[in-house]
């Protein structure tokens, strides 16, 4: 089984025992004040956390099972919505084990981008937004990029040459953001209904979780010159990513 996947079923299991067991210890420190109180409104409550424990208890199951399996459901957006909704208690947990945030931050992008494409939707080009981190341009650059590839110059420097190809002959609009308040406005203005995000481990975890509901792909971008500097993008994942999502 991929690490990614193991990191993920063991931190999510914790952390889904964790909320059970203090939802429960909860329950039973009131549950005798409540009966005291009125016994129908007992009953009520009793049913009411008996109800929500079935749900949460079968919702990780379907979610474990989503990670696992092979095969698409028609629940793929709730499974996605509980797992957004439920990650950071167990990367809190994590961090308290001592796993490192690249590691848990590797795990939520591989198994968001498994969720994303087990929703098995696709969308015209006009749907689509590539968001792009600045650091793609090497420093040297003297031309200005700002917010869109459009301006490139196409010297083969580094990467947004590429992406100025890809928007070309896909038709989807590439986007450079200098940071997240930029990225959020950009999202904002054009309303895509689907993104494909490249950046670091930290943004790309930002980035999907603020997105929602928009489906968001991620791409971590590589780092040969440290974080922030002359960073780079395998451009195949990118064109697979487009081929798997984009409308034939």
């Not at 949460?56 to 459901?73: C, D, P, R, Y």
Request: charged share 20%; hydrophobic share 45%; net charge positive.
């Amino acid at each position: 089984m991929d690490g990614r996947k193991t990191d993920f079923i063991f931190l999510t299991t914790l952390s889904f025992g964790a909320c059970l067991l203090v939802l429960l210890g909860l329950w039973w420190l009131v549950a005798p004040r409540i009966q005291n109180l009125h016994r129908i409104l007992h009953m009520v409550m009793s049913f009411a956390v008996d109800g929500f424990v079935i749900i949460f208890v079968l919702s990780f199951l379907l979610l474990i099972v989503h990670v696992l399996s092979q095969k698409t459901s028609f629940m793929g957006k709730y499974i996605r919505w509980f797992f957004l909704h439920t990650y950071p208690i167990a990367y809190r947990l994590g961090r308290l084990l001592g796993i490192g945030f690249e590691r848990l931050g590797n795990t939520f992008i591989t198994v968001n981008n498994l969720l994303v494409c087990k929703i098995q939707k696709r969308y015209t080009a006009k749907e689509m937004m590539i968001l792009l981190p600045h650091c793609l341009q090497k420093q040297v650059c003297e031309q200005r990029i700002v917010k869109g590839v459009d301006n490139c110059i196409e010297c083969g420097a580094c990467t947004l040459k590429d992406f100025k190809e890809i928007s070309r002959e896909s038709g989807i609009a590439v986007h450079v953001a200098t940071g997240g308040t930029l990225a959020r406005r950009i999202i904002a203005t054009n309303r895509p209904l689907f993104i494909i995000a490249v950046a670091c481990h930290r943004d790309l975890v930002d980035g999907i979780e603020e997105a929602y509901p928009i489906p968001v792909y991620g791409i971590l971008n590589e780092r040969p010159e440290g974080p922030c500097v002359n960073t780079t993008v395998e451009i195949e994942r990118v064109r697979k990513a487009i081929q798997y999502f984009i409308k034939s």
